[in-house]
């Protein structure tokens, strides 16, 4: 190469390379090419740039960030799960909020108040300061095990290296959110979407001289660990954590009802755009921490709070065509397809049309104008037809009555409302190519087997090279035949290779939560899991003798109701199942299942209630006993250790079974008593 234009050419096609593999990375979260061969391109770059200096002058390489982001960092087990927020939309689902945590409770005056935050939309982290000094930065991860990225943590200027002020905790486990300034980010932008992608990338570096070229800031909202702990209010943990140096967000404040809520929620959302980073809602938190503690957690986020998101963003667009996709649990759902739009900052080309009824509600048609909607990370829908702009030879669309494997598809009754279900469904399990693929989906998935570098794309490429078919072949795929496609490289072939050898390893209830039984999710699984302890008690399910026998016990559990029962006799009276899972457990090294909190209170016990208490609800009491290492049954049985009287309209059959039984039966004052309150 001599000819400087030959040169330039050579130079932009590489730039443009890397720029798509930026954007591969950053925005779709989907690269295609290893660390390794990434970093060579990076290093081919300079290296022209170094040798022909007139190709710096161009400026096409100022903007990408340094280095691809890495996935190497050190993993730590986080001091206290990093849990997720549940979503509220409306007013009604933040009504729903309140009532839950009142009913939860047992509190009847509502006099319930809230920490109402910004909810920043940018990528958290924890901070652990060990006697005022910051010891480890970690990265949110899976929740239960972070990255340590404490180095580029530490470039940060907003994050104070030292606490100020005496009286700290000696362990302090700070969270919050990292983020750009919209007016920073428009200098830096480069490839990036949006500023949080930017945040992400920049935090991933490598080398922490990278991160700290772009200016990243910092707002603390939480705590995990705190010893010892002092803090009585959010609000007033806020205020604290100022004066030792933290910086939080200005706009907090404390509301005591729903209209305030509301009120807050419009004001925030009025003054939005003027604010110099992206919220995408607000977090509103039980302000009293007692009250946290005891509202608890579910298996994924806390009772105690929840993002209330800023109302959709709307735009009109056209369906250019309709297609029907298929879950993991045969249901099928519409798609239109539409002409791209941004809705939110986001490019829209597909949205949701639910199922046949609503389709039929609204008299949706190919070639018809509508509103689309987008609100957070859920899924675009059209939400309404703008019939005026309808080409007079439309027709009604026709909704297809097979799948896309050629079965056809049936509503089932619904067990409980016993009225014809919305949905309709293909029930050809594994049978279905199409359900199967997104059962390797669900597998693979973050709850599941959480395999890095296998996600939704990944299983799309193998499955239509017939590399993987069923959940075991995930276990012997042969690495030499993927080597050699685009964008697999050695170093990403090892990296799967080792994601695949560790998820051999897994917990009895995860296994059973991977599985895919319609109706049994990850709660279920955990409960399941505990009944059967060991892979060998569950692998009783697949003959149809001993299955009947566990199926009947099954109604003990609390949890555990005919639909759940249902679902797992049908499932394992399909022999294709029963084969699929075997030839998975032979792959596996399954965990027994371990009962938590053994050393509680109620550790090895079996609990029933009956009637209603005064002071919490059952739902509470249920928790206290789970927490104490527990178990609450739903049925009286031999099995079962005590039964507690709620003062509320017991059942009388129940106790008089109990005492037939000579079960220890306990008023509620006792149960009270029993648990120190
Ligand atoms: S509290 C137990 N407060 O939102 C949950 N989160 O979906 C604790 N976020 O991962 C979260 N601003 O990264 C909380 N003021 C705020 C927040 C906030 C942003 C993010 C956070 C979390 C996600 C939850």
Known sequence: MSNKLEIINFYKKKINLLKKHNKLYFNNDNPIISDAAYDHLKKEIINLEEKNHFLKKLNLNSKTVGSFPSNKFKKIKHLKPMLSLSNAFNKNDMKDFVNKINNFLNIRDGKIEFSSEPKIDGISATLIYENGILTKGLSRGDGIVGEDILENLKTIEEIPKKLKGGNVPSLFEIRGEIYIGKKDFEKIRGDFANPRNAAGGSLRQKDPKETSKIPLKYFAYGFGAVEPMTFITQSEFLEKIKNWGFVINPLGKVVKNLNEIESQHSYIDSIRSSLDYDIDGLVYKVNDLKLQSRLGNTSNSPRWAIAYKFSAEKAVTKIKDIIIQVGRTGAITPVAKVQPVTVGGVVVSNATLHNEDEIKRKDIRIGDTVQIQRAGDVIPQVISVDSSKRNQNSKKYIFPEKCLCGAVTQKEINKSTKKKDAVRRCLKGYDCDFIAREKLKHIVSKDAFNIDGLGKKVIDQLWSLRLIRKPSDIFKINYNKIEKLEGWGELSINNLRKAIDKSKIIDLDRFIFSI??????????????????????????????????????????????????????????????????????????????????????????????TGGFEKMSRSEAKSLVENNGGKVLGTISKKLDILVIGNSKPTKKKIENAKQLNIKTIKESDWYKLLDL
């Open 516 to 609: 895919g039984i319609r109706h049994i999710g990850q709660e279920n699984a955990k409960i399941l899991a505990g009944f059967f302890k060991s892979i060998n008690k569950f692998c009783d399910l697949f003959s149809e003798k001993s299955r009947i026998k566990i199926l009947e016990n099954l109604i003990e559990l609390d949890g555990i109701g005919q639909i759940q029962i249902d679902s797992i006799n049908s499932f394992f009276l399909n022999n294709k199942n029963i084969e699929i899972v075997k030839k998975l457990i032979d792959k596996l090294k399954i965990k027994d299942f371990k009962i938590q909190n053994r050393k509680g209170k109620f550790s090895n016990k079996t609990i029933m209630f």
